[in-house]
């Protein structure tokens, strides 16, 4: 069964960090693009990170570029977002995702996996 397990959620101040993973299992997801989207209160679901097979190639939405950074783990099958200069706006449930291709992750597309995400609270 695979499965993709966040972790590293919590509560934190506004200008402090966190460091979110997601553990996959149950396959490989050495040739996937893995990725980190989030939903607030009250919003839809959107777009945060997504990176490419090998590390190679990254994209951000601009409310986190420049604070956020997305890396991966191959040998762990492990997907990280770290978290910068968090703002009492990135307050959401961060899920993380896998799926073949690269491309499109921002405009809405269906993704393969899922994970249950973790939620991450910034208080001002």
């Known amino acids: 069964q695979v499965q993709l397990v966040e972790s590293g959620g919590g509560l934190v101040q506004a200008g402090g960090s966190l460091r979110l993973s997601c553990a996959a299992s149950?396959?490989?997801?050495?040739?996937?693009?893995r990725g980190w989207f989030r939903q607030a209160p009250g919003k839809e679901r959107e777009f945060v990170a997504t990176?490419?097979?090998?590390?190679?190639?990254?994209y951000y939405a601009d409310s986190v570029k420049g604070r956020f950074t997305i890396s991966r783990d191959n040998a762990k099958n492990t997907v990280y977002l770290q978290m910068n200069s968090l703002k009492p706006e990135d307050t959401a449930v961060y899920y993380c995702?896998?799926?073949?291709?690269?491309?499109?992750?921002?405009?809405?597309?269906?993704?393969?996996?899922w994970g249950q995400g973790t939620l991450v609270t910034v208080s001002s």
């Open positions: 990176i490419n097979w090998n590390g190679g190639m990254t």
């Open positions: 149950g396959r490989t997801f050495s040739n996937y693009a």
């Open positions: 995702a896998a799926d073949r291709s690269y491309g499109s992750w921002s405009l809405g597309r269906a993704l393969e996996h």
